[in-house]
T-cell receptor, first 115, second 114 residues
């Protein structure tokens, strides 16, 4: 496809369950970002990959959050032992810094509801 | 550290009226600035960007923004609002010294009255 895709679009998890959220970036984009958007708020940075290397994970809120991008393309954000405060929309974005503008292209997001 | 402040969490205009959404930034380096729009249950779509070229930037759907360094502002405008402009708008600054992660404002919800 031409854009960033994310799956699932909606996920309901019971408190304590583990979840895995997938992101397929635009083909050829070396940079991949994850953001968390709480209801009524702006997106907040979680983590950043350049190819397969995770260069910045300063935004991950706890050690329950883990992200990987093993082959430098698809990325997975995993949340272990989900808590109610994890309920949010998780956005993935990709970019090609070689273009010089750091413009990011966003996927539709995964809405996670923890009950 | 970089930051963005959007003044007004909600703006309401009449169809055909001027749209003005305010954004002020803080940055220790020359900023890259962006405006994104988000429709319900969708991701963010880029409206326009400033990357140190022309200070008046034109984007999609008739929107434009002017970078004013002296005022540390990057306000978004559109001369005539359309019903389809109703959405959430986010201003963001790029931390390009750290890979280009975006720091977003809190967002402004635009309502357009018929």
């Amino acid at each position: 496809g031409a854009g960033v895709s994310q799956s699932p679009r909606y996920k309901v998890a019971k408190r304590g369950q583990d979840v895995a959220l997938r992101c397929d970036p635009i083909s050829g984009h070396v940079s991949l970002f994850w953001y968390q958007q709480a209801l009524g708020q702006g997106p907040e940075f979680l983590t950043y990959f350049q190819n397969e290397a995770q260069l910045d994970k300063s935004g991950l809120p706890s050690d329950r959050f883990f992200a990987e991008r093993p082959e430098g393309s698809v990325s997975t954000l995993k949340i272990q032992r989900t808590q109610q405060e994890d309920s949010a929309v998780y956005l993935c974005a990709s970019s090609s810094p070689g273009q010089g503008s750091y413009e990011q292209y966003f996927g539709p997001g995964t809405r996670l509801t923890v009950t | 550290a970089q930051s963005v402040t959007q003044l007004g969490s909600h703006v309401s205009v009449s169809e055909g009226a001027l749209v003005l959404l305010r954004c002020n930034y803080s940055s220790s380096v020359p900023p890259y600035l962006f405006w994104y729009v988000q429709y319900p249950n969708q991701g963010l779509q880029l409206l326009l960007k400033y990357t140190s070229a022309a200070t008046l930037v034109k984007g999609i759907n008739g929107f434009e923004a002017e970078f004013k360094k002296s005022e540390t502002s990057f306000h978004l405008t559109k001369p005539s609002a359309h019903m389809s402009d109703a959405a959430e708008y986010f201003c963001a600054v790029s931390d390009y010294n750290q890979g280009g992660k975006l720091i977003f404002g809190q967002g402004t919800e635009l309502s357009v009255k018929p």
